[in-house]
C-alpha cells in the first residue's frame, strides 16, 4: 500500500487517505483484497477477504488491482539500501526484509538507537514500518508483526515471557496447522510451549517446516539455528558471451567482452580495479583467471592486455560454452588535467606498465617505497606493492638522503682533524676517497621507545670525493659520550 501511495503522489494524482481503499489480486473465486488503507482496516476489511464481500459491507470501497511483481522488485532493491545498518539481510515473506545486527548495533548508540534511525531514513521515503529487535530470526519476525508496540527490543532472557502471548499465528506456519491448532485449543505460543512435547511430536514427526508447530517454536527460542543467507548484489559490470558451439580458445571473445565492461563503467565515471574471467566448459568446469590494476581503468584494451600468456594455459577439455568477464571491484575514475592548452597525451601510463608486469610476474613482485613515521633512515621508508598503493611524494629532509640505502651500512675507516669534525678522507673496499666537499651534520638520535639501552645517535654527512662521487657517511656515537669507546663510520647510501 505504502507503495502505490508513493507511486501515485510522484504521478501528481490526488491520494484518497479519507476514503477507504483497497488493493486486489486474482484469486480462486474471484478478486480477493491484497492490502488495505486505514480507513478500510477501520471497517472490518482484510487482506484475503473476497472484494464481492467486503463491497457488501462497505458500498463506497475503492478498489485499484494490486502489483505483487513490482512489490517484490521494490523489496528487494531495499534489502540491499537496509545494508547500510549490517552486512546481511534478505527479504522475509511478501512484506518484509530481516537483517543480521550482530556487532552491528553499538555503531548507532545501541539497539534503540538504531531502530529509530531506521525509522526515520524508511518513513522519509513514504514507508511505514513495525521494527523488532530479537536473539532470533522467529522471535523479531513475531514482535514486528504481533507485538503491542510500533518499536519492540527483546533480551535473550526474556523471549520466553515475551513471545508466550502472541497467537500461534506468529509462528509463520500455514493455514491449516494454524487451523490444527485452534481446534485443540492452543491459542497462543504459551499454550503451545506448555504442552508435552512428545504428544505433539507424534502428530507433525513428517510435517514441513512450515507445518510443524515444535520446529517453528525452536526457532523462535533459540533452540534450532536459522541462519540468514542474504542475496548476493547483481554485478553492475558485468559482460557475458554465449557459445553457440564449443570452442577451445576463448581469446578472440576477450576484446569484445572487455568493450562492454568498459562501457559500463565508462557510462557511470568508473574504473575497473580487479578483474575476474570466468570460463565455462562443457563438462561443467569453470576457469577463474584474475587481473588487478593499480589505478581505477576504463581502457578496453589494457584489460585484454592483463590477461596475455594466461589464456594459452588453460585445458579446453571438450570445449567452452560460456565466458563471462566482470569488473568485481570498481572505484570512481578521477580526472586531472595538466593545463587549459595540454596536449593529448598518448604515451603509457606508468599504471598499466605495473599492472601488465604484476598480471605477468605477480602480485608481490612490483613495489614502490612508502614513507614511515621514523626518523631513523633505514626505517623511514619500506617497499608496499605497487598495486593499489599510490606512490606519496618524498618529504623534503629525505631529498638529501639516496633512494637505495646499503644493508646492512659498511664501515669504513675515517680520516678527520678534529673527533667531532668532517671526515677529509675515508678507505672504503680497499679503496682511498679523498673528499673534496661537505654537507652536514644531520644529526639523528636514537629512539628511545624503540632502541636498546647504549644506543648511539649518529651525524650524517652527505661528502664528495675528487672524482666527483658523493657518498652518504654516518659517525655512530660521540667522544666521551659513556655509550661506548672511540666513535664508529659507516657508509649508509651512495648518490647516482
Known sequence: MDRWRITRNRSGKALWDDTPFVLTREGHHGEIIHAVNAPARTLGMARDARLVDMRALCPNLRAQPADPKGDHEALEKLVFWARRWCPWSAIDGEDGFVLDTTGADHLFGGGAAMLADMEVRLSAIGLSVRLAIAPTWGAAWALARYGRNDHEICSPGDLAQRLAPLPVSALRLDDKTLLLLRRLGLKTIGMLADVPRLSLARRFSRAQLQANPLLRLDQAMGDMAEPISGPREAPRFLATARLLEPVQDPTPYLPALSQDVCTKLDAQGWGARRVCLRIYRTDGEVRVLEAATS?????????????????????????????????????????????????????????????????RFGTGVIAWPRNRESHVPERAQGPVSALGNNPEPLAGVQRTRPLRLLDPPEPVGVLYAVPEGPPAQFVWRRQVHRIARHQGPERIAPEWWRARSGTRLRDYYCVEDKSGKRFWLYREGLPDDGRGGDPHWYLHGMFA
Open 295 to 359: 589505478s581505477p581503468s576504463p581502457d578496453a584494451d589494457h584489460l585484454v592486455r592483463l590477461f596475455d600468456g594466461k589464456l594459452e594455459r588453460l585445458d579446453p577439455g571438450f570445449g567452452f560454452d560460456l565466458i563471462t568477464l566482470e569488473a568485481v571491484v570498481a572505484e570512481p575514475l578521477s580526472v586531472a588535467q595538466p593545463s587549459l592548452d595540454a596536449p593529448a597525451q598518448e604515451e603509457v601510463h606508468l599504471s598499466r606498465l605495473i599492472d601488465r608486469l604484476s598480471a
